[in-house]
């Protein structure tokens, strides 16, 4: 792409053997994705600030953190955040990590249980890689003071759908990511070599020559700045905030998808987005996560009528995988007419309700339920985007001089389903890695404080911006969450695709000059990506579900991989 190869699949420069016979996925043709434009916004390199860094990591979640704090302490590195550092998928993860810490498990139990997950598309090296390292780094975020609860002062571990052991650790009950992070970013703020800049936008990657030279961003004190960097890590997190209903934070626009995606890398995948089965539902409400450590614990799920349903579509039950939980939620509101199904906690000790799930409590009861006594309601939801910039075992890019890691990319870990609590652990284990690997590439390049010239930088589009964009971004949810969702056909990812380009027509050849819009012209082109993805995978796997196509084909067992048509 862009004068550079693109990488092969699976590549992995410190191979290990997997085990099993888990076949690789054959690589298929990437397919080229017309681009109108390059950069989102216009910009003279004469008319703006520079500043040059060795490092640059976007985003603040638990990669970019992780990055951080593994970069080279002789280096100069800047995390830039979109809102206060705080506020991150990462911030949000209830259930726990994932790592096999009990002397009854081991390896080889939760790498079969990723890969069953995953529904033929792990790559069996990458899943070795981070299952074997997963003890290490959760004993690493002790160390940096994250206090996950204790039994009798050992690690309290439980289990979740699809673990065949409880490997599950957590902290505050179901507030694991709140504590993770805490005790990350207290870390990071010690680091002398270490600037953050929050409320800060990145409107897009910076390319020469096909190599990535850092960002364009933005924020309300400084206006744009132009941040050169020896080298750049990508950890924008996720994609959720495309749906109606969702548990992500209104941020998971898919700002990083798109802005690497425009700077020429790869992305694959993009039709597996993950749902969460159990989302409150309460209508007119925002949605809020019950973790499936609720259903690890004991509770069942009943539908309208009191029947518990699961039997019905899995031997597993309510710890079945989440793409089956998902559907079979989503039948079930079709056969009984009904907007939502019922988590009841019946099964599990009030004592135990409470010192388990002490956040899902107050938020229930900020609409009169009393989870020890009454069903919850909900539905599934838009949860993690599985699919994403593809990456080596390294963190490496298809683009040179970039690095991503966490939910923005596609690493092979999670195949077509992500198993329960792999997230925060893919997220700490690749974003190190970044940090160590883009921390050795900037070591060996020497400073220079002169700026490339970026042509087609300040190329302008339409600059009217009288768009209802609020109006926009709401019919673009509803339009994914109905044709894009968790059943899909072929007539609706047509009209999906069609609706896409025609919004994008006149969205997205404006030069709008806040990050409101920005987010929706990425917001545009993640789905364009996704839809396209979507229809191409003429079959179901995993989290991609095609009732045109109710069966898995294993002569699709192929990666769906994209790229700008101009890089064909």
């Known amino acids: ?34 681009l109108s434009r390059r950069y989102l916004v216009p910009f003279g390199p004469r008319r703006i600030p520079h500043l040059f860094t060795d490092v640059l990591i976007i985003g603040g979640g638990i990669a970019g953190t992780r990055a951080a704090l593994a970069i080279d302490s002789g280096l100069q590195a800047i995390v830039v955040t979109k809102d206060r550092l705080q506020q991150s998928n990462s911030s949000y993860a209830q259930g726990g990590i994932a790592g096999v810490l009990d002397p009854l498990d081991d390896f080889a139990s939760h ?12 790559d069996p090296e990458i899943v070795e890689l981070v299952i074997r390292d997963a003890p290490e780094r959760i004993r690493e975020l002790i160390t940096l003071g994250a206090q996950f609860d204790q039994i009798d002062g050992r690690l309290a571990l439980t289990l979740e759908g699809g673990h065949s052991h409880p490997r599950v650790a957590h902290a505050l009950g179901d507030a694991t990511g709140t504590e993770v ?3 990350m970013h207290a870390a990071v703020r010690q680091a002398p070599h270490v600037d953050i800049w929050q409320q800060t936008y990145t409107i897009d990657l910076l390319t020469e020559n096909g190599i990535c030279r850092g960002a364009l961003v933005w924020n309300r004190h400084h206006g744009r700045t132009l941040v050169w960097a020896k080298q750049t890590i990508l950890c924008t997190g996720g994609a959720g905030a495309l749906y109606r209903e969702t548990t992500n934070p209104p941020i998971a626009t898919a700002d990083g998808h798109a802005l690497a995606f425009r700077a020429g890398c790869e992305v694959r995948d993009m039709e597996f987005m993950q749902f969460h089965p159990t989302v409150l539902y309460i209508a007119g409400s925002s ?33 079945a995988p989440r793409d089956v939980v998902s559907q079979a939620i989503t039948q079930q509101m079709e056969k009984t007419a009904h907007p939502c199904v019922y988590l009841d906690l019946s099964p599990i000790p009030t004592s135990q309700i409470r010192r388990r799930f002490p956040h899902i409590g107050r938020v229930c009861r900020e609409f009169g339920l009393d989870i020890t006594r009454d069903r ?52 700490v284990v690749f974003g190190r890695r970044c940090g160590i690997n883009a921390s050795r590439a900037a070591l060996d390049i020497p400073d220079s404080l002169t700026a490339p010239a970026l042509s087609a930088a300040s190329r302008a589009g339409d600059t009217d911006e009288t768009l209802d964009l609020a109006d926009i971004r ?28 025609f919004w994008a027509g006149y969205v997205c050849r404006r030069d709008l000059m806040e990050p409101d819009g920005w987010e929706l012209q990425n917001m545009m082109l993640a789905g364009q990506l996704m839809a396209t993805a979507a229809r191409e995978r003429r079959e179901s796997r995993g989290v991609h579900a095609r009732s045109d196509y109710p069966h898995t084909d ?15």
């Open 1 to 34: 792409m862009s004068g550079d190869a693109v990488i092969p699949e699976n590549a992995n420069p410190e191979k290990q053997a997997a085990g099993g016979t888990e076949k690789r996925a054959v690589p298929s043709d990437p397919v080229g994705i017309p």
């Open 111 to 122: 790498v079969a249980d990723t890969i069953a997950a995953g529904k033929g598309l792990c």
């Open 181 to 183: 992070m805490r005790a």
């Open 287 to 319: 949605r809020h996560l019950i973790s499936e450590a609720v259903r690890g614990e004991g509770a069942h799920l009943v539908d309208v009528t009191g029947k518990r349903f699961m039997a019905d579509y899995d031997d597993a039950l309510e710890l």
């Open 376 to 427: 919850i309601p909900v539905r599934p939801g838009a949860h993690y985007m599985i699919g994403g910039v593809t990456t080596d075992g390294d963190g490496r890019t298809s683009v040179g001089g970039l690095w991503a890691a966490g939910e923005v990319t596609s690493t092979g870990l999670h195949g077509a389903n992500r198993l329960a609590s792999n997230s925060l652990l893919e997220g």
């Open 474 to 501: 709401n019919a673009l949810k509803s339009l994914m969450w109905r044709n894009v969702g968790i059943t899909r056909t072929e007539t609706g990812l047509v009209e999906a695709r069609r609706q896409l380009d």
């Open 554 to 568: 294993d002569a699709a067992g192929t990666h769906i991989r994209l790229i700008r048509q101009d890089d064909r």
